[in-house]
């Protein structure tokens, strides 16, 4: 029995379509939300943290997990269906790229729910970066870049078909860290305090400042 008796082709058109349209669906959602929290916290990174704000972060955050709960359930569907009907699809170095980055942006996603959005909870009528640890900086920092790009990408790599069977798994997914890196020290580069900024900060916490 092949792929084509489990599934007749006037079936799998069907599947396919509505497959596409939840892959697209949970990609505007997710690749939306991301972009808005981003350049939303990146706006108020200078002023202190609201409790509106804060709220809003985590209605967002719920279609960015919506949208990413969207991806999984169409790409394994996809999976499922190419395995019915075009097994050789499978093969694709692209296809398996694109499940280890989906996979990546949902161990960030569980590290933003349970770390980040209780840390700005706690950092409410304060700013985001003031007086924490260069460490814990970094991975706000990062975990902001991850959800960015790890988004991005299957956009960018959903739109490239002609990557389809010609490009390695591994060089697609080095492509992606380089990218992760530069878009890092992009990002801690403008999130930056200033050294005025800085010694200002200092000076209103110096006990014998007036």
């Known amino acids: 029995m092949n792929g084509l008796d489990l599934v007749s082709p006037h079936v ?4 396919r379509t509505a497959l596409r349209l939840i892959h697209f669906g949970g990609l505007v959602l997710g690749f939306g939300g991301a972009l ?9 990174r200078r002023s202190p943290l609201t409790a509106e ?8 955050s719920r279609f960015v997990a919506l949208g990413l ?16 009907t075009e097994p050789e699809k499978l093969l694709n170095p ?5 499940v280890t980055i989906v996979a990546i942006l949902t161990l960030n996603g569980i590290a933003v729910h349970r770390l980040v959005l209780p840390f700005l909870n706690q950092r409410i009528g304060s700013r985001l970066l003031d007086g924490i640890t260069p460490g ?11 959800s960015a790009v790890s988004w991005t ?3 960018i790599l959903g739109a490239a078909p002609q990557l389809n069977f010609v490009v390695p798994c591994a060089i697609i997914l080095a492509a992606y860290a380089a990218v992760m890196l ?8 403008a999130m930056r305090t200033p050294k005025a900024e800085s010694l200002a900060v200092g000076a209103s916490r110096h006990p014998l400042a007036g």
Do not use: N
């Open 182 to 189: 530069q878009a890092f020290l992009i990002a801690s580069f």
């Open 36 to 44: 808005f929290l981003d350049l939303l916290l990146s706006r108020y």
């Open 94 to 98: 692209k296809l398996w790229a694109k």
């Open 136 to 146: 814990r900086k970094a991975a706000l920092i990062g975990c902001g870049v991850v």
């Open 153 to 155: 990408m299957p956009v």
């Open 53 to 60: 704000l804060v709220g809003d972060v985590e209605w967002i």
């Open 69 to 84: 709960a969207l991806l999984w359930f169409s790409g394994v569907g996809f999976l499922l269906l190419y395995q019915a």
């Open 12 to 15: 799998a058109t069907h599947l």
